[in-house]
């Protein structure tokens, strides 16, 4: 994560979805994000085109080697599935 984003206060939770707002969750790999529908099929969209990547950090001008293609899905979330958890239980981003 770059400096930038985490002086932008990328630990600090975001307020929950407007109400009327569709809303689904993508998963790309093990990690489960909340968006808006319109945002989230952009995301998977572009996501379908990516490829897995392990770089080796060893060689002066960095090999990056394919591994695959990453772990995608997308699920409509109903409004009674989205809940906050009360902010002494939210983890800050440890990136």
Known sequence: ???????????????????????????????HFLLPVAQGLKLIEVMEAALQLETDWATPDSKYYITGVPRLAYHSALPSQIVERPAAHMAANPD
């Open 1 to 31: 994560m770059s400096a930038a984003r985490k002086s932008a206060g990328a630990a600090t939770a975001k307020p929950a979805p407007a109400k009327g707002v569709r809303m689904c969750r993508v998963t790309i790999g093990y990690e």
